[in-house]
């Protein structure tokens, strides 16, 4: 999922202090797993926004909606109407769902909400971790199925830094070194010779560093 | 290693010389004198000196520029290049700059992370690792293309070599590792300082089963102590460091004023051990901010006067 973080409330007052009606947006897919923007995360800011205004002396209409995608023409549809009565949108979407709202909706100024912080897991309760970079080239197949890319902090191909010490990466001793993970699960797959392998640069076109991507699948148009 | 050596260093191996090579942080300024000051404590005691490339992620001198100010003083530099901060245009295009101002000997390292150094917010750049480097620098060297394949008019031929950490984890990987190093294009090979003799000899006899010593030269890496607070921080903060509990017992052994000493008889030790070790081909010396150091340790391991340099 993507994961978020819902941004600090001083941030947000400040963002939404120019309007007058503001429509607190959810998205109730990834933010809503990552409790960062679904039903349940609208109704408390909203009421956390009220409260604040209110405490100023500030008269403001904070409207809550939620829908199950932002990033989903067809959901994004069932806004229209609450977007409409508003002068500004806090979405708490990820980015993308931001930017879909705004590029609906030409005439509504849209915030975010949220930090949209990484592609991830719930590893545990409480607990999201990032596991892909969406660099368009995926080599999971070589690393047994950990991510070196988007795990090792200086996205080591070939192998561990010296740094790799009882598993823990020397960045942040609270973090698994990923290449202590490679190895470990390769032993486990009796595949460790395979990491003998030399590994060339990556082309880096498929990810970001190419500009913008885009994915057109002719099939789909009908 | 057949053809015709690249730099000194390369050819004092070659010949079979225990080498001596030195590390020489650039100043975090702009004074030549700062480097040459440096030059004049190695000079005559080592065969090359290693010039770290904004090391621990700290804005210092480019390497490149303190390699040649220890060029005019006649020394021979290893120049350390990593990944951290440039891309491989860049790396490629700095190779090519450094050959044409008479640097030999390059070491490829993947570099510590930018969160370590003073500008932690900086973004980093690993569009390569330390291991494509080395491929980068053997294949411009080789083949005398760069790495779209572009024939350029000369082949810059770089003796290119590498870092390795026995004392890292995970240990069985640490051989491997070193042998990818090595088939990658490095002809030596400097390693963390060793303080753990044990775990470095096991190390040492893996790469001789499997044949490394035989394919590129190793350096053993040593780091005189100056004071048991200094060897309390290495062990704990300084990534993969391996300073084991006797080594600290010793320094804190010692009374303060004596400290300086213990650690000397410890480097003088290892050095002796590295000697007898079969496979290793010299040592290299990282005194850290102390350079005033390194001639009395190369002096007192009996590694004076240095083999005469053409
Ligand atoms: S310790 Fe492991 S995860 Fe961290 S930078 Fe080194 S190899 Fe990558």
Redesign the interface.
């Known amino acids: 999922m993507i994961v978020a973080e819902q941004k600090k409330i001083s941030e947000i007052i400040e963002m939404v202090s120019p309007y007058r009606k503001v429509l607190v947006l959810g998205c109730g897919t990834c933010v809503k797993t990552c409790f960062a923007g679904g039903e349940d995360e609208v109704a408390v800011l909203a009421s956390l926004l009220r409260l604040a205004f209110e405490k100023q002396g500030n008269s403001k209409e904070i409207s809550e909606f939620t829908i199950e995608r932002q990033c989903e023409d067809e959901f994004i549809q069932e806004a229209a109407e609450a977007i409409g009565r508003n002068e500004a949108v806090l979405s708490l979407a990820c980015g993308a769902g931001v930017q879909d709202i705004a590029r609906r909706f030409k005439n509504v100024p849209v915030l975010p909400g949220v930090n949209t912080t990484f592609v991830g897991v719930m590893e545990d309760r409480g607990l999201f971790t990032e596991e892909c970079l969406c660099c368009g080239d995926c080599r999971l197949g070589q690393y047994g199925a950990v991510c070196v890319l988007t795990r090792c902090?200086?996205?080591?191909?070939?192998?561990?830094?010296?740094?790799?010490?009882?598993?823990k990466c020397?960045?942040?001793p609270e973090t698994d070194?990923a290449?202590?993970l490679v190895?470990?699960r390769m032993r486990e797959l009796g595949q460790?010779d395979s990491?003998?392998e030399?590994?060339?640069?990556?082309d880096?076109r498929t990810s970001n560093a190419g500009g913008p991507r885009k994915l057109f699948r002719e099939d789909m148009v009908a | 290693m057949k053809e015709k050596p690249c730099s000194n260093l390369q050819k004092l191996l070659v010949n079979g010389e225990f080498v001596v090579t030195a590390e020489c942080g650039p100043p975090r300024g702009m004074l030549k004198e700062a480097v040459t000051a440096k030059g004049e404590l190695l000079k005559g005691y080592v065969d090359a000196i290693n010039v770290t490339d904004n090391q621990t992620a700290i804005v210092r001198m480019s390497s490149l520029a303190a390699c040649v100010h220890l060029l005019e003083m006649g020394l021979e530099p290893v120049m350390q290049m990593v990944t951290?901060d440039r891309n491989?245009i860049a790396l490629q295009s700095d190779l090519l700059g450094a050959y044409s101002l008479g640097i030999r000997n390059l070491l490829c390292l993947?570099?510590d992370?930018q969160?370590?150094g003073s500008q932690p917010d900086a973004l980093?750049v690993?569009?390569?690792?330390?291991?494509?480097l080395l491929?980068?620098v053997e294949t411009m060297r080789d083949t005398g293309r760069d790495?779209s394949g572009y024939e350029l008019s000369h082949a810059p031929r770089m003796f290119a070599g590498a870092?390795?950490?026995p004392f890292?984890?995970?240990f069985?990987?640490r051989v491997?590792?070193l042998?990818?190093k090595i088939?990658?294009g490095a002809g030596f090979i400097q390693t963390?300082s060793i303080y753990n003799l044990p775990r470095f000899k096991e190390w040492m006899r893996l790469a001789r089963e499997q044949g490394l010593t035989e394919e590129a030269y190793i350096l053993g890496g040593i780091t005189p102590l100056k004071s048991a607070g200094m060897a309390g921080y290495m062990a704990a903060r300084v990534?993969?460091m391996d300073i084991p509990d006797e080594i600290i017992k010793r320094m804190r052994g010692v009374p303060k004023e004596k400290a300086g000493e213990e650690g000397m008889q410890i480097c003088l030790e290892t050095i002796e051990e590295l000697k007898n070790t079969p496979g290793v081909s010299g040592v290299h010396i990282m005194a850290i901010e102390s350079e005033n150091l390194v001639a009395p340790i190369v002096k007192a391991a009996g590694l004076y006067p240095r083999p005469a340099a053409e």
Not at chain 1, 198 to 202: H, L
Not at chain 2, 126 to 132: A, E, R, V, W
Request: aromatic share 8%; charged share 20%; net charge positive.
């Open positions: 902090a200086k996205k080591l191909s070939n192998g561990p830094c010296g740094g790799s010490r009882n598993g020397e960045v942040n070194c290449w202590q190895i470990d460790l990491l003998r030399y590994i060339p640069p990556r880096w | 951290r491989r993947s570099g992370h969160s370590f980093n690993f569009d390569i690792d330390s291991i494509q491929s980068m790495m870092a390795a950490n890292a984890d995970p069985e990987y491997i590792r042998a990818k088939a990658a963390q990534a993969g």
